[in-house]
């Protein structure tokens, strides 16, 4: 970066499916000491909002948000004499919303954890071979994927009058430059993707529209066009910009646009044999690779193959995440029973180890409710003694999470044949120094912890690059990105009270049976 530049900063959004935040990110140093410096201006809540038996996500309360903490932003970067040189919007995945021909919001995109797409999965592959699927999107069959969510629609007055499809960043991108777009990486989640041709899959939408089209546009007429990370989408309309402060162009950028890819753009690896864990609500647990996996095998484990930045594919299972803690929380406070999360972690810590383990993935853990209630439910179909105590749920979330973890990296690394031999952490689950160690134990590999803010340092490190504040491959904005990031490294068997693999093979057997290690 030129001297010029120095006071170059960046505007990131990260959305979440609790909160918000608005980030300001800066590049300092001279070429080869670069880092970034991020500083959050914006935190607002984000959450499901039940009207009519439907889950919505309310996205104009998302948008305020966002041009609330585009201003804060504007008045940091003008007191520090710096320039706003881009925007960036990341975001959790699937969901949409859909537009009529004027570009006018039809409805709040209904939420991912809403049961419309109930039995859709099986619809669809009763109309098109399973294995067909896969061989052409990849992915992970969740009923939630905007594929099944579309499916489900396809008959509605919504649908009927929609002529375009965004998904959440790029509708909030909408209403920034006025320029509709698919970011490839979001885009690969919906399963109307081919995973080879990083593009949509006229075969698949064709197949689709013949067994489930409704009226109003065709799928495939719904779709904007695809767009790699690193893109320029647009400038800030300009009553955006005066709304914010903003005097002259700032460039929207296409950044890795699902949260995940711009976290694994986050991770601190110096080599190829790394697997990561994007650790928030959801858990993201795979690997980065060059091309897709798509065998038989693959299929049958239910991997996914998700795109990312610079031509890559995340290789990778949805693992259900800190959600289970965070509604056991939500409920616990509903109750008015105390449920302070550091109580909870160091009272779980004494807790014997893998008294309790289920499933975490298990399609009763999908929808907001009593936690608590369905995790003992779960033990005791699966004849196990259900937890007693707050600290005992808590213990049996985090060692059936590291169990989670532990099937995923194994697994990820026999189907891809490669090997790992180091685990990256990301995102809010770093600070959750238990969980943490439990995934070494688990995994009997070392974990790397950090960055916390993983999505929204990957999506300021491509935004930088994309405006020539920085150059380089993935490995020279990982090495930008780990200057400066506190990173804390845990080994199996380092904590207080160690627990040996084959009583976590002992806890897989009660529920999958062995895993096999490659």
């Given amino acids: 970066m030129s001297e010029q530049d120095a006071g170059a900063a960046f505007v990131a959004v990260d959305l979440g499916a609790s909160s918000g935040r608005v980030i300001v990110g800066r590049v300092l140093g001279a070429p080869g000491d670069q880092r970034v410096e991020l500083h959050e201006v ?13 889950l919505h996500w309310d996205v104009l309360r998302l948008y305020q948000g966002i041009t609330d903490g585009l201003r804060a932003a504007v008045r940091e970067i003008h007191a520090r004499g710096d320039v706003l040189a881009g925007v960036g919007i990341d975001s959790w995945a699937v969901d949409y919303g859909l537009l009529d021909a004027d570009g006018t ?7 991912y954890r809403d049961s419309r797409t109930a039995g859709v999965p099986d619809r669809v592959f009763a109309q098109i071979d399973a294995a067909d699927h896969y061989s052409v999107n990849g992915l992970q069959t969740q009923p939630f994927n905007t594929e099944f969510q579309l499916v489900a629609a396809a008959r509605s007055a919504q649908k009927a009058a929609a002529a375009s499809l965004l998904l959440i960043p790029d509708l909030l991108g909408y209403w920034l430059t006025g320029e509709q777009v698919a970011e490839v990486t979001n885009a690969s989640t919906t399963g109307l993707l081919d995973v080879r041709a990083r593009d949509w899959s006229a075969a698949l939408l064709d197949r689709l529209e013949g067994a489930f089209g409704g009226a109003g546009a065709t799928f495939a007429e719904l779709l904007p066009p695809v767009v790699e990370a690193g893109e320029i ?35 601190p ?9 994007s650790c928030g609500t959801w858990s993201l647990v795979g690997l980065e690779l060059a091309e897709p996996v798509l065998s038989a095998a693959s299929r049958a484990a239910n991997f996914t193959n998700e795109l990312g930045v610079d031509g890559t594919v995340r290789y990778l299972r949805n693992v259900m995440g800190l959600w289970l803690l965070q509604e056991s929380i939500r409920t616990w406070n509903a109750a008015g029973l105390p449920a302070d999360l550091p109580d909870l972690l160091a009272a779980a810590a004494q807790v014997p180890p893998l008294t309790t383990v289920v499933d975490v993935d298990a399609p009763e853990f999908l929808a907001p409710g009593d936690m608590p209630a369905r995790i003992a439910a779960a033990a005791e179909r699966t004849g196990q003694t259900p937890p007693q105590s707050q600290a005992e749920t808590v213990r049996c979330i985090l060692d059936s999470l590291a169990l989670a973890y532990r099937r995923a990296v194994r697994q990820a690394s026999e189907l891809s044949g490669r090997a790992v031999d180091v685990v990256h952490v990301v995102g809010g689950g770093v600070r959750n120094e238990l969980l943490c160690q439990l995934t070494a134990d688990a995994t009997g590999l070392s974990v790397v912890a950090g960055p916390v803010e993983g999505a929204a340092l990957g999506n300021v490190l491509v935004q930088a690059r994309a405006v020539g504040a920085l150059t380089g491959d993935l490995a020279a904005l990982r090495a930008v990105g780990a200057r400066g990031v506190e990173l804390r490294r845990y080994v199996p068997g380092g904590g207080t009270a160690p627990v040996a693999d084959e009583h976590w ?8 049976g062995p895993v096999r290690t490659p």
């Fill in 42 to 54: 914006n935190r607002f809540p984000n959450g499901p909002v039940e009207v009519g038996g439907t």
């Fill in 105 to 111: 919001l039809l409805a709040n995109p209904v939420h």
């Fill in 233 to 267: 989408i647009g400038t800030l309309l300009p009553a955006v910009a005066q709304a914010a402060g903003i005097h002259g162009q700032v460039p929207v950028i296409a950044v890795g646009s699902h949260d995940t890819a711009s976290a694994v753009v986050a991770v």
């Fill in 269 to 277: 690896a110096t080599s190829e044999s790394f697997a990561y864990i």
């Fill in 505 to 512: 093979e002992a806890a897989a057997r009660r529920l999958h």
